[in-house]
C-alpha cells in the first residue's frame, strides 16, 4: 500500500498541463509505463488499463516497474507484461508514469528518467509537493484511485476499456478504496465500478485472487497477535506487538486484518502494531478510525502516511520502542477524556 | 443472515402478479410492512426505502418485525420506527411482505397475517417453493438484494428515494452481497449502490456503524478460535471448534470473521465451525469458496442454506459430532484428490 498523504482538499494541476499530456498521449508512438516502488493494486491496475488504451490506439507499450508485481496479481498479467526494472529503460519518446508524481519513488528507474529525453506525462491522485518537473500531467487529489482517472481518461481520448482493462480499473479501486469501505468511496468510485463489472471484471473472482491465495500459517499468525493485544486509555487504544522470540516471519504475512479486528471494537479510536526485527529496529503500524491523526504521531517518530494509516521505523528494542510509542498515543487523546489512562500499565 | 437458498436460476413470477402488486401499492392506503424472524440487514434496509416510498405517495405505514431491529442498524431507525410484534397487527388494508415468501418466517405473526382479510405482496429474492398465497408479488431470485427490488419499483412508481430510502437500499445491498464480494455482486448492484452515495448513503460511516462497534471480547473470540484450528484433507478443510468449556458466550459473537479468515488460505476450499451448545446440541456453520457443495452437507444433518454457506444443529456432544461431521465432509470431496485424508486424525 502507498501510504502517503493522499489529501481531501484539491489543488489542480492547471489546464494546460492536462491538454498538453492528453497531446503526449494522443501523438506519442512508443511508450514506456512506469508505477513506484513495490507497486500496487492501484498502481499496476492502472497500468493494465492504461496499456490496453494506448494498444488500441496503435501505440508501442512496455511497462517497466522497480519492483515485480505480487503472484496475486496475475490475472491482470495474462493481459500485458509487467517488466522489472534492470539497469536500462526500453527506447520510448512518451514515459507516463503512474500513481506517483516524485520521480525518487521509481527507486533505481529515478536517475535513468531524469536523463532519457522523452515527454513525461504523470496521472496521479496524489498531492505534488515539488515542482512540477513532467510535460504534462493529469492530477486530482479527490480521485480515490488512479485507475479511476485513467477510465476519465480512456472516454477523453474516446477509446472504450476492454475486459482486461476494466479489470485493471476495477483492481484500482479496490485496492485504494478497502473494497469500497474508505472515505474515498464515492458516487464515481461505484459507478465505475459497476460499468468495469459490465465489461467483464468479476468481483467475486478478483477478491478470491485477492484475498483468498493466503499460506496456511496466516490464520495462525492472526490469532497470535490477537492474543497479545492490550487495551489502554478506556480501551481507546488498542496496542499489539510481536516480538523476535514469537518467530513468526512477519515480513511474509499480512498484517492488515489484525489491525481491522482490533479497530472493529466500539471503543477503540486508535490501534498500534509493533514488531521487532533483527536488525534492532522496530517497525510501528498505526491506524486510527475517528478523528485521531496517526499521521501526525507517526511524524513523531520520523514517518508518516495518512491520517488514518501511519508508519515509522525505530532504533531500539522492542520494550523501550513500545513504551515510548504508547506514551506519546496517549499524549495525543484529548486530555479530559483519559483521566486515569497515565495509570494505565501496559505490561 | 438469511441462510435460506439463494438460487441463480430465475423463475420470474408471472407479470399479472406483478401488475396486481403495484395497483395494490398503489391504491392501497394503510399499510403494514412485515419483515422475517431476526431481520437482517437486507430485511430492514428494504422496509426503511419501502415505508419511504409509501409515505412519499402519502400513505401511512406501520413496520412490525416478528424481533427487534439489532443495534447496530439505529442509523436507520432515524428515520421509520421498527415495531416489535407484541400480540395484535394493526389495522391496515395492504400487508407487503419484505424478503422471504413464506409466511411461517414471520414465526408468532404468521396466523395473525393468514387470518387477515388485507391484501398480501411479496417483495422478495428467494426462490418460493411452495404455491402462490400472495395477492401480488415482485419476486426476482437473480437480484441481489430485496433492497434493490424496492429500488427499482421506487422507479417505476415514479417515486425518488430520499437520504434515509437511499441508506436503506444501500444497507440491503452490503449486507446481501457481504460488501461487494459475493459472486451476485452484478453491475446493476454496483450502480444503484452508486445512486445511493449520491443520494446521502456514506458507505464509510456505514460500514463504521454495521462492522466497527463490535464488544472488546471480540478479537480475544476471534483469536481463540483460530488457535483452535485444524486443517485437514491436505489442507483442502479447515475445521474449528468451541466446546463449552472455552466459557466464551458464542451466541452474542460474530464468528463471520474467523471463517473468513479460514476460508483466505489459498488450499482451503471448506471451513467448519462447530459450537457447542449447553442444551446437548452443536450448531454447524459451513463454508465454501469453490464448487464444494455445503448446503448438501448441511442437508445431511438436517439443515441447509446456500451452496456457499450453510448450517445445521446436530445432537450430542463435540467430539462424537465433529467426528460424524468432518467425515461426511471428507467424503463430500472427489476421492481421487483426498488420497490419504481418512488417515488423517482430527484429534
Not at 492474543?227 to 488498542?238: G, P, Q, T
Request: proline share 5%; hydrophobic share 40%; with cysteine.
Amino acid at each position: 500500500m502507498d501510504t502517503r498523504p493522499i489529501p481531501t482538499a484539491s489543488e489542480p494541476v492547471p489546464e494546460p498541463s492536462a491538454a498538453r499530456a492528453l497531446e503526449l498521449l494522443r501523438d506519442g508512438k512508443r511508450f514506456l509505463v512506469c508505477g513506484h516502488s513495490r507497486p500496487d493494486g492501484d498502481c499496476i491496475g492502472a497500468e493494465a488499463a492504461l496499456s490496453r488504451v494506448l494498444g488500441a490506439l496503435g501505440k508501442s507499450v512496455e511497462i517497466v516497474n522497480p519492483d515485480p508485481i505480487e503472484a496475486r496479481f496475475s490475472y491482470l498479467a495474462e493481459s500485458c507484461t509487467y517488466r522489472s526494472f534492470r539497469g536500462t529503460l526500453p527506447e520510448h519518446d512518451v514515459a507516463v508514469l503512474l500513481d506517483f508524481c516524485e520521480l525518487e519513488r521509481t527507486g533505481p528507474m529515478a536517475p535513468h528518467l531524469a536523463r532519457a529525453t522523452s515527454k513525461k506525462v504523470v496521472i496521479d491522485h496524489h498531492m505534488s509537493h515539488g515542482p512540477a518537473w513532467w510535460d504534462g500531467a493529469f492530477v486530482d487529489p479527490t480521485a480515490s484511485a488512479t485507475g479511476l482517472l485513467v477510465h476519465r481518461l480512456a472516454r477523453t481520448l474516446g477509446v472504450p476499456l476492454d475486459a482486461a482493462g476494466a479489470k485493471g480499473v476495477f483492481t484500482s479501486i479496490v485496492t485504494d478504496t478497502g473494497w469500497f469501505k474508505y472515505s474515498n468511496t464515492d458516487a464515481e468510485t461505484l459507478r465505475v465500478a459497476s460499468e468495469m463489472v459490465a465489461l467483464g471484471a468479476d468481483p467475486n473472482r478478483i477478491y478470491a485472487a485477492l484475498n483468498q491465495t493466503r499460506p496456511k500459517i496466516h490464520p495462525i499468525f492472526v490469532g497470535r497477535l490477537l492474543s497479545r493485544a492490550k487495551f489502554l486509555a478506556e480501551d481507546r487504544l488498542a496496542v499489539v506487538d510481536l516480538p523476535l522470540s514469537e518467530g513468526l516471519a512477519s515480513e511474509q504475512l499480512d498484517s492488515d486484518e489484525v489491525l481491522d479486528i482490533l479497530r472493529s471494537v466500539a471503543t477503540v479510536e486508535v490501534v498500534l502494531y509493533l514488531r521487532e526485527l533483527s536488525d534492532g529496529t522496530c517497525k510501528l503500524s498505526a491506524r486510527s478510525k475517528g478523528a485521531y491523526d496517526v499521521n501526525a504521531l507517526a511524524r513523531k517518530f520520523g514517518g508518516g502516511g495518512h491520517k488514518k494509516a501511519s508508519g515509522a521505523t525505530l532504533q531500539g528494542n522492542l520494550d523501550v520502542v513500545r513504551e515510548r510509542v504508547v506514551q506519546a498515543a496517549l499524549a495525543g487523546f484529548q486530555p479530559e477524556a483519559i483521566e486515569g489512562a497515565a495509570e494505565t500499565s501496559l505490561r
